[in-house]
């Protein structure tokens, strides 16, 4: 079993997206947040035991952090800035629906707090409190740990979809 330290949870700037109240959606009203981690190598990418820092390859892990159907008191970054959310972990109500996909698996991931700092127009910073459950993916051999993670997120007005003919 493999440890993902710090040097692989490395953050790029994500986005952080409003889906407006009134549209026809599952997600009205809600908040999503995706943020990609640096790529890492690996000589082989289905293999935990193989993950090293640095992009040094063959192999490129690439992979992003994915938070969905946040409730969050605002449609808009100035009602967030410098205020902290907590929440419950899956499967208790109100809980975030995150994930990581490493290792051909969807790894859950229960964001249980978020302290946002600054905010621009279209900008904010975000701590979040994650715990990576890796073990609920089954026998990709990389240990659950719980890590604070420090990332810029741009603001985006969500559109979804539409999922049949127009």
Do not use: Q
């Amino acid at each position: 079993m493999i440890e993902l330290t710090d040097e692989f949870l490395k953050l790029k700037p994500g986005t952080i997206t409003y889906w407006p109240a009134e549209l026809d959606h599952p997600v009205a009203g809600t908040w999503s947040i995706e943020i990609p981690l640096e790529p890492f190598s690996a000589d082989d990418e289905y293999e935990p035991a193989t993950f090293r820092p640095g992009t040094g390859g063959p192999d490129l892990v690439t992979t992003a952090i994915s938070l969905d159907h946040i409730v969050l008191p605002a449609s808009g970054l100035a009602a967030l800035e410098r205020r902290a959310f907590a929440f419950p972990a899956n499967p208790e109500e109100g809980y975030i629906d995150g994930s990581v996909y490493l290792v051909a698996a969807h790894c859950p991931v229960d964001v249980t707090r978020i302290e946002f700092g600054p905010a621009t127009a279209d900008h904010i910073t975000a701590t979040l409190r994650a715990r990576f459950d890796f073990a609920a993916a089954g026998g990709i051999d990389i240990l659950d740990r719980t890590a604070d993670l420090e990332t810029t997120l741009r603001f985006e007005v969500g559109r979804p979809v539409s999922m049949g003919a127009p």
